[in-house]
């Protein structure tokens, strides 16, 4: 290689205009052109050697999102909303994803508005997960899924009343839209980090990601931060610029040294688990993915065995007294309004609604806390959780800051029209009796909160997901009779058991249909022959005197 021109004789090169075949010029031996047959014939089956045109290196990944016609499907990015939230397994985090996407220009706010809508379905399966730890009593078991049945319910109900709606008025995005109009927002500040205060320094020791590559403003391809140098100096006055784009070595490099400093010697180690791996990023991604669901299922069993230890006999009820205690008349009405305050409060605290979830579903199943109070309660987490999108909105860069105060506002708005839908006038509570027919039913059947879990947060959208790639009219012709015949099944069960006589003869029972279509008894002896042991089979009752804490006549009969 011919010696360089001297550093101060020529000015730095920019890496935006550097060819990627001239940035690897130690290769440039071992690339072979277009084999040629006879002179001046080239072979027509050869594949022709490929040049950078530059027309994809400024290409960012924001580019791929704008122009994606599957997420200008409202259905496809609420699919993409819950299996996000489900794998990041935290709505705060997935809502300050979504957000931090639309401040770097990677997301518009129409495509990110059912995004949102489909994180807040996906946080209920956190504590679906909880309420499966305490299968092996069936009160229990009633009563904790069911609480995080009222969570999923309230999320799907909200969703589908709200989602066509936002679709054909675009309601939400015009009400933030004249709300950020009358306020003046400023640029600067940092979401708070109470629970990251804790964890990075763990979760740096496993991985480390490379946000640059994330906004999409780094010509690096990988997403684990690999420290790759980006220069290899090895003598006074002469230097490579090339490393950026080559294979990462493993080996850090520290902050650009001084001019002239001589990097011959070797690096240190690198700081996380991953730094000097020869896995790509997918298979990290599976290996964090499997390790973390290992690690939460145990945390979740342990914390479910720890309430049980703890909760037990008078500071059970003392506990339960508590928080299930109401004001006085008149004013009884104001303690599941004082709840969704309370609970928005916690989640803002721990920064994430899954774990506050979490918490509050084995309670339930162990008595201290009812269906009732656990219900305000979780739509409190739901309003909380929507406060550090917000903070981390305002992060955002002062041009890209009203688009991304917009986003973390319509969540919250979408979570305040829940509430006013389904809590304010306590007829339209429809999630409580759904949740406790939910509960009833796991009670008997085992096995149906595993399909539960599978299809709401799994199969559902992936299915939903696979067909809005085909295309908005095909989605519409299978999903809408789907949904229509769902929701007419509904309305004729609700009229079977109140209003029998509006219904023809032949609609006032389900008798005339096979077994297996309007019972669960030949699916659950399907399932208990297949599992082994008992496994699927029904959860066993304990002796209600061996826990008192879920015996209600001997929590009555004891004193404070």
């Not at 003392?318 to 205690?325: D, E, F, S």
Request: net charge neutral; hydrophobic share 50%; aromatic share 6%.
């Amino acid at each position: 290689m011919p010696n360089s021109l001297a550093s101060d004789q020529v000015s730095p090169p920019n890496l935006d205009t550097i060819d990627l075949v001239d940035c690897s010029l130690s290769n440039a031996g071992n690339s072979s052109s277009v084999p040629v047959l006879e002179e001046g014939t080239m072979d027509p089956w050869a594949l022709p050697q490929q040049k950078d045109t530059g027309q994809l290196k400024g290409k960012m990944a924001g580019d791929i999102f704008k122009d994606s016609v599957v997420l200008s499907n409202p259905a496809a990015g609420l699919v993409v909303g819950v299996l996000v939230t489900v794998l990041v397994q935290s709505s705060s985090t997935s809502s300050s994803i979504v957000v931090s996407m639309v401040a770097s220009q990677l997301l518009t706010v129409q495509v990110s508005v059912p995004v949102i809508m489909g994180v807040n379905v996906g946080t209920s399966v956190t504590s679906t997960l909880v309420s499966m730890a305490q299968s092996g009593d069936r009160d229990a078991f009633r009563r904790a899924f069911s609480g995080s049945a009222v969570h999923g319910v309230f999320n799907w109900l909200t969703v589908l009343v709200l989602l066509p709606l936002e679709s054909a008025t675009a309601m939400l995005a015009q009400l933030s839209q004249c709300i950020l109009g009358a306020a003046s927002l400023q640029p600067g500040g940092q979401a708070p980090g109470i629970l990251k205060v804790l964890t990075q320094p763990l979760t740096h020791l496993i991985v480390q990601l490379e946000g640059s590559v994330i906004a999409g403003n780094a010509t690096n391809s990988s997403l684990i931060k690999r420290w790759c140098g980006v220069r290899a100096e090895t003598t006074q006055g002469t230097s490579n610029a090339c490393g950026a784009s080559g294979p990462c070595t493993g080996f850090p490099v520290s902050p650009p040294a001084p001019a002239g400093a001589n990097l011959t010697a070797p690096h240190p180690p690198g700081r996380h688990l991953f730094a000097g791996s020869a896995l790509t990023d997918p298979a990290v991604g599976c290996i964090l993915l499997a390790g973390s669901l290992l690690v939460l299922c145990l945390c979740l069993v342990l914390m479910v065995k720890l309430l049980h230890s703890l909760l037990r006999g008078r500071l059970a009820q003392a506990v339960r007294t508590v928080i299930n205690a109401d004001f006085p008349f008149p004013c009884g009405w104001l303690g599941g309004y004082l709840a969704i305050l309370v609970g928005a409060g916690l989640t803002f605290l721990l920064q994430s609604s899954s774990v506050f979830t979490a918490a509050i579903v084995p309670l339930m199943g162990v008595g201290v806390i009812s269906l009732d109070r656990a219900y305000p309660l979780l739509l409190g987490s739901n309003v909380g959780t929507t406060a550090t999108a917000l903070l981390a909105a305002l992060a955002s860069p002062a041009d890209m800051l009203f688009p991304a105060v917009q986003v973390a506002l319509i969540h919250f708005l979408f979570n305040l029209a829940g509430i006013l839908l389904w809590y304010l006038v306590p007829i339209l509570r429809l999630p409580i009796p759904l949740a406790k027919r939910f509960g009833d039913l796991t009670a008997r059947y085992h096995w149906v909160a595993i399909v539960y879990l599978l299809l709401t947060f799994l199969l559902l959208p992936l299915a939903a997901f696979g067909l809005s790639l085909a295309g908005s009219a095909v989605l519409a012709a299978v999903g809408a009779p789907l949904v229509g015949l769902v929701l007419l099944v509904i309305l004729v069960n609700v009229l079977q058991q109140r209003r029998p006589s509006w219904l023809p003869h032949c609609l006032q029972s389900w008798a005339w249909l096979p077994l297996w279509l309007h019972s669960l008894e030949p699916w659950d002896r399907l399932v208990t022959h297949c599992c082994p042991g008992r496994a699927c089979g029904p959860p066993q009752t304990t002796t209600k005197e061996a826990h008192c804490y879920g015996n209600p006549e001997i929590l009555a009969s004891q004193q404070l």
